[in-house]
């Protein structure tokens, strides 16, 4: 029989210790905002509170979020709104509930604040502000299971037993109504104990969000609530929330339910990767905004001229060339659309038939056997070409945290290269498919590439027409 278990204690909770990747991520993060202005810091941290508010609604299949519709809402294009807009008549404002709760964590993070029931229950009214019911299952006549809506009180626990169904099609009860109020007072004083305050952030994020979903005190509305509370710690630590797509939701199961048989070290884990995916990413984000633009970068170039006028784990292989396999094609979009403009001043080329004997992977990596060549050129005021070879390598530790690393390298002329652009990934963030954290980090790295292959070949045709003894008049000096 499923009985119910009491929440673990935060003893049980394993203690990470000094994590030198995060403290890495977070240092790069600290270096890419003192680079850029307030309002570019800003921005970025409110469009991850916005994309973490999409994701944990879809989670719960409240609306669903196609390829690219979390970067349209981020973006706030002007159709954003859409994406809700075509689903159902509550889902959009599902989501505004949701942004605006982690608007208030964030706020409340910097806070000097006691946790309480009180402030849990007012999260909750917070993330359901805009939700009227819920539905509920109830045995039918011949036995099957029917639904039918009830009212949801929010801010207020349940009233009534509620369990969920597990993926192995198992029963899982969550705490009786009678156990509701101890469990959540037992709750509070691990929050409030001393050795919660010196837990890990990670820990913390991952011991609340557990704790929460595990009793599921309100009828609703608990896998957000858990969700944004879990952001109260990163938020606080790191500046940013810690988000969980709703592409990889599996995994984001699979970890509770390993909790459930008290392996709790895998939901810490899980959490680890979901920090450190958002720290990387404000970071990339942040430093993207404060470069010129690949687009700026190409204008300049157009108007330079001489003075005088002139994951069942599928093979590694397969899947480190699904992630190049997505790189050619953003990369073809980026090149076609600056060719098309460019009239002739500017080429570009991509050489999918290189072999990449001579991209090797240093260190821990291997080279995956999958690269191509991105060729960049100009015809005048100069003629000036550049390349980058553009690999993937696979982890020689696949017990490693990141299974890929994908490089952009600029030939030398000898056997030598540097990097020019770099990026990881998990081996969750490309099996089964591309997730999109992951497709947003390899757009940036893209933009990354075509941003270094302008500036390259900006830098070149500058030192060509003075070797020539021409003056240069170029916009970008200004």
Known sequence: MNVYRPIPSIEDFPAIGTDYAIEHYER??????????????????????????AETGAIEGLYELRPGDTRTIVSERPDWEEVFQRQNEIALAMFEAQRDSYEYIREQAHEDFEI????????????????????????????????????????QYKTSENEAVRRDGQRFKFAPVMDVRPEMHRLIEQVRSQRFAKSDTVVKAAYVQYCLTHIHPFSDGNGRTARAFASLFTYREFGVPVIVYADRKQRYLQALENANVGRYNELVQHFRYR???????????????????????????????????????????????????HLIS??????????????????????????????NFPGPYTHSGHSFI?????????????????????????????????????PTGRASTFTAVELNATYEDAFPDLGTSVIERLRLFCESVMRFLLNDLHGLAKSALHQAGAAVVDDRDD
């Open 116 to 155: 309480s029931e009180h402030w849990i229950k007012e999260l909750h009214a917070r993330v359901c502000a805009s939700q009227g019911t819920y539905q509920a299952g109830h045995i039918l006549p011949d036995g099957g299971v029917g639904q039918s809506p009830h009212e949801l009180l929010r801010g």
């Open 330 to 359: 953003e990369l073809k979009r980026s090149t076609t659309e600056f060719d098309a403009k460019a009239d002739g001043v500017l080429f570009f080329e991509l050489d999918t038939g290189y072999n990449g004997s001579t991209s």
């Open 28 to 53: 790069v993060l600290q270096s890419a905002s003192k680079a850029a202005s307030s309002e570019i810091v800003e921005d970025v941290i409110c469009k991850l509170g916005r994309e973490a508010a």
């Open 374 to 410: 991105v060729r960049a050129g100009m015809t005048r005021p100069a003629e000036v070409h550049t390349s980058v070879i553009i690999a993937v390598g696979i982890a020689n530790d696949l017990d490693d945290m990141y299974v890929f690393k994908v490089e952009a390298r600029k």
């Open 275 to 325: 920090v450190i995916d958002t720290l990387e990413r404000a970071s990339r984000e942040i430093g993207a905004a404060v470069e010129k633009s690949a687009s700026e970068t190409f204008y300049a170039l157009l108007r330079m001229r001489a003075s005088d006028g002139q994951v069942t784990v599928a093979d590694k292989r397969l899947v480190a060339g699904s992630i190049l396999t």
